[in-house]
């Protein structure tokens, strides 16, 4: 069986949504504790973030998503990431699975392609463009009436993000890098669990 799983191809699993709401907004309220756990701590947690190729960013494959710079930052991402996730828990059967390969998949490739071996990466962005295109992906690839529609709702809601998120040449504190590799991660795990309809 796929990560796709073998859910009725016609339904939004709404239902399901309602259910699986808690876990998603557990994720969010985890992140969030973290950050107020960083602020108020003499510590910062953000150095446990991700640093391509280094022994000591490895721990960051796994706390990246959920350190964050300040407000704006994690304010930033919990938006798309909420209406991501929920698009994700309703249209697939194994959402967790998903979104622990999709950190995973994200984190590894960081850690081998990044392009500076000297900056932390943190926040959960990578995770968000590793989400907009599993969901863009698998709702091509499977050619059912949910999946594309809600494809097509992603493309329009953060198609413009993905495009522009990813370009080399943004601000310096941007991990356009770190945005690139999670939309390859996405991608790559939609086409790679993904049924094809023929």
């Known amino acids: 069986m796929t990560l796709a799983g073998r859910a009725d191809p016609g339904t939004f699993r709404g239902e399901s949504v309602r259910r699986e709401l808690n876990g998603i907004l557990i994720a969010v309220g985890l992140m969030w504790l973290v950050f107020f756990i960083d602020v108020l701590l003499p510590i910062q947690l953000t150095q446990y973030g991700m640093v391509p190729r280094t022994t000591s960013g490895l721990i960051g494959i796994v706390t990246m998503p959920f350190l964050h710079a300040g407000f704006g930052h994690i304010l930033n991402n919990t938006v798309p990431l909420v209406v991501l996730l929920v698009l994700l828990f309703g249209s697939h059967p194994h959402p967790i699975r998903v979104t622990a390969c999709l950190i995973g998949l994200t984190g590894v490739l960081l850690w081998l392609f990044g392009v500076s071996r000297t900056d932390v990466h943190i926040g959960a962005s990578g995770l968000i463009y590793a989400l907009i295109a599993f969901l863009i992906v ?30 080399p040449f943004r601000d310096e504190h941007i991990s356009w890098d770190g945005h690139l590799l999670g939309a390859v991660a996405g991608g790559l795990l939609a086409w790679g669990t993904t049924r094809r309809k023929r």
């Open 138 to 167: 698998a709702g091509l690839r499977q050619r059912r009436p949910i999946p594309i529609a809600i494809s097509l709702l992603v493309g329009l809601l953060y198609g413009g993000t993905l495009i522009w998120g990813v370009l």
